[in-house]
């Protein structure tokens, strides 16, 4: 550990040390509930009972989840509106990336290049950043209730990505739901499930891999079948043994659907298997077996991705739309063009957890890439909103590469973009790039240096 690492790291206690000594002097601590015990905690334990950080002169944006949207809206919050400030709320003690993590997998690029460090880049950047699990936020009172205090908001931005719907599949039977991310997990969430799949993906000593992919819409389309060629490709340079069976929900591969299939017959063929129509309806993490609406298949490992939904977070802040049933519709309700709540101007959503958004295409791509341009977006929306000013409203874009080759190293990548119609309806314009090419890879990583760059500095 580094010498300015460890004296950012001690600055950063010692805030949180006359934080909470603040809150154990103030009347906060009298709501401890008896339940917390009679010995009472000292003053640099958190308690969701205290108040962390009470309103005070200063406005404050408060921002929930530090993946890919809300570290890049806490950047550019610092830069657009130095006025005010600017926490970040995250449960993990480091920033994990999902995008590049396929090529992670396979060891193409190391676990240094997919994380950071939030206490030296928010130090850096001029934002707070603390480590926590949110478990309530509270709009009518303007706050989100954390592991460690509760934290005031004049603004608040909802960054929470997905969760895994394993309702869907097992309904209560939470034995079966955890037995599945436990063995089998998807690796879709910044979290230990992309380390234990690494090791499984080597650990494989040949037989048959099961991929599901969730019904539309999902977090990042086309990665799935990226995953699958990476590890294709790896199993045959092992010469294993092995297939790679993909089940797919949808009745096609897409996006860069002829790019993908390509690959599969042209690189793959006696390794990826792909199933269309492959609707699942029942899983058996025990038995390792899987029944879909194209049959039954037997497994040696499997990658179980239960259908998305927006992240938790999005559920306790009460912004989850309803379906034409009037159940929830599992995403954001969020104003197309100005990405606040429907029922409330002072809390955003951004990125994969935003909801419908247009008829002509429902959704945008849940990719990091949107996330980063929402993020931008709304801090932009913040800072006009502060300056007294009515923002204008603003759209996002998409690029996303995808390493289909290992030797050579080969990908390919699709587009989107985003206007307005005379009718006031966002459309989207798509280009797929099907054919693979070595310079595609070298745009990838420049993607990602230029990306990270702007999240990171
Ligand atoms: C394998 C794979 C490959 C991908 N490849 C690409 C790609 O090439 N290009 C691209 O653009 N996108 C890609 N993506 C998609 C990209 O990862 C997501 O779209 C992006 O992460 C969305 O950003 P977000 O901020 O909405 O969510 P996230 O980045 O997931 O951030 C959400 C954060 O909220 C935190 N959080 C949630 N709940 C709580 C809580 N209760 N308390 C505290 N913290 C909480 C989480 O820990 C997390 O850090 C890929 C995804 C995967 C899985």
């Known amino acids: 550990m580094t010498e300015q690492h460890n004296a950012s790291r001690r600055r950063f206690l010692a805030a949180g040390g006359s934080i909470a000594a603040a809150a154990a002097a103030g009347p906060a601590l009298a709501q401890t509930p008896a339940s917390a015990g009679t010995r009472p905690l000292p003053p640099l334990v958190g308690r969701s009972t205290d108040t962390l950080l009470a309103r005070g002169n200063v406005r404050r944006v408060v921002i929930c989840g530090g993946g890919w949207g809300g570290v890049t809206a806490a950047r550019y919050l610092r830069q657009l509106a130095p006025q005010l400030e600017v926490v970040l709320l995250e449960r993990n003690p480091v920033f994990f990336s999902c995008p590049m993590s396929n090529k992670w997998l396979v060891d193409i690029v190391d676990t240094q290049y ?45 960054s929470p990505g997905i969760r895994y719907n394993y309702e869907a599949w097992f309904a209560n039977d939470r034995r079966a739901a955890e037995a599945t991310r436990a063995r089998f997990p998807a690796a879709y969430i910044p979290n230990a499930e992309h380390f234990r799949l ?9 037989g048959d891999l099961v991929m599901t992919l969730p019904p539309p819409p999902q977090r990042c389309p086309p990665s799935p079948y990226e995953r699958a060629c990476l590890i294709a490709a790896l199993f045959k340079a092992k010469k294993l043994k092995a297939r790679v069976i993909v089940l797919d929900h949808k009745d096609d591969v897409r996006p860069i659907g002829p790019g993908f299939k390509a690959a599969f017959q042209e690189l793959y063929k006696d390794i990826v298997t792909y199933v269309p129509n492959a609707h699942v309806q029942e899983v058996d993490p025990f038995n390792k077996r899987i029944r879909t609406a194209a049959g039954e298949f037997n497994f040696d490992h499997a990658i179980l991705m239960a259908p998305h939904q927006a992240g938790d977070l999005a559920w306790k802040a009460g912004v989850v739309g309803k379906s034409a049933l009037g159940g929830p519709d599992g995403w954001a309700n969020v104003d197309p063009l100005f990405l606040h709540a429907h029922d409330d101007k002072d809390v955003y959503v951004i ?62 990548s699709v587009q989107f973009d985003y206007s307005i119609n005379a009718q006031g309806v966002i459309e989207q314009k798509q280009w797929d790039f099907n054919q693979r090419k070595p310079e595609t890879v070298g745009d990838d990583f420049e993607w990602a240096r230029i990306i990270y760059g702007d999240m990171f500095g």
């Open 198 to 206: 690494k090791q499984a993906i080597h650990d494989f000593k040949g």
């Open 114 to 158: 997919l994380t950071k460090d939030y206490l030296a880049v928010s130090e850096a950047q001029g934002y707070r950043f603390i480590q926590t699990e949110i478990l309530e936020i509270e709009r009518d009172r303007k706050r989100v209730v954390t592991a460690a205090g509760a934290v005031d908001y004049d603004y608040l931005i909802l």
């Open 351 to 412: 990125g994969d957890a935003v909801g419908f958004v247009s008829p002509q295409f429902a959704f945008y791509p849940k990719a990091g890439h949107v996330a980063n341009r929402h993020a931008r977006i709304v801090a932009k929306y913040i800072a006009e909103r502060e300056a007294g000013r009515d923002p204008v409203h603003d759209l996002p874009n998409n690029l996303c590469y995808m390493m289909v080759s290992t030797d050579p190293q080969e990908a390919i």
